[in-house]
T-cell receptor, first 112, second 112 residues
Framework: DGGITQSPKYLFRKEGQNVTLSCEQN?????MYWYRQDPGQGLRLIYY???????QKGDIAEGYSVSREKKESFPLTVTSAQKNPTAFYLC???????????FGEGSRLTVL | GESVGLHLPTLSVQEGDNSIINCAYS??????FIWYKQESGKGPQFIID?????DKRQGQRVTVLLNKTVKHLSLQIAATQPGDSAVYFC???????????FGPGTRLSVLP
């Protein structure tokens, strides 16, 4: 089945550690995105990529980093510089930027 | 983006009744809108979309209405079922390939 796979689904991290969230899609979409979701708030854009080897900061990029070495993959690293990393992280893709978003099932990160 | 704090607006309806979920969007230049459904702990799922050259679009048991004059979008669900219980949120973008902006969402609770 075509879709977006995020892993791990749950992740616990100690303060000061970097963690990387995986996102893989087999939809042949050019654009990929990372969103952060906090209780009672809309999705906020962290980073997006319109094409391989290119990515742009979203609204809340501080403390995060990404790479886009392959069309299918868009991993997100939550660094120790992110002051409040506990959240639900969603990866999405679309054929092109501004078109319908397809979401993964999310990764819940908890900092202990 | 705007924040409504930790508590989402909640709509409670009796099973079998119709539900109407509202969304006020922010950008008068937005011309493409999507409604998403998000069940607890899962990624958002596409429900229905509409472009600004329409004011109504129907799907299976769902209808989206767009009022550009007052920048208002609504989702109507007919004969609401327990499986409809979820958070619903709208997303808007312009036709110039911009990123989506998401509303904070409304929690729909279906009462037996």
């Amino acid at each position: 089945d075509g879709g977006i796979t995020q892993s791990p689904k749950y992740l616990f991290r100690k303060e000061g550690q970097n963690v990387t969230l995986s996102c893989e899609q087999n939809l042949n979409h050019d654009a990929m995105y990372w969103y952060r979701q906090d209780p009672g708030q809309g999705l906020r854009l962290i980073y997006y990529s319109q094409i391989v080897n290119d990515f742009q900061k979203g609204d809340i990029a501080e403390g995060y980093s990404v790479s886009r070495e392959k069309k299918e993959s868009f991993p997100l690293t939550v660094t120790s510089a992110q002051k409040n990393p506990t959240a639900f992280y969603l990866c999405a893709s679309s054929i092109l930027r501004g078109m319908e978003l397809f979401f993964g099932e999310g990764s819940r990160l908890t900092v202990l | 983006g705007e924040s409504v704090g930790l508590h989402l607006p909640t709509l409670s309806v009796q099973e079998g009744d119709n539900s109407i979920i509202n969304c006020a969007y922010s950008n008068s230049a937005s011309d493409y809108f999507i409604w998403y459904k998000q069940e607890s702990g899962k990624g958002p799922q596409f429900i229905i979309d509409i472009r600004s050259n329409m004011d109504k679009r129907q799907g299976q048991r769902v209808t989206v209405l767009l009022n550009k004059t007052v920048k208002h979008l609504s989702l109507q669900i007919a004969a609401t079922q327990p499986g409809d219980s979820a958070v619903y949120f709208c997303a808007e973008t312009t036709n110039y390939g911009q990123n989506f902006v998401f509303g904070p969402g409304t929690r729909l609770s279906v009462l037996p």
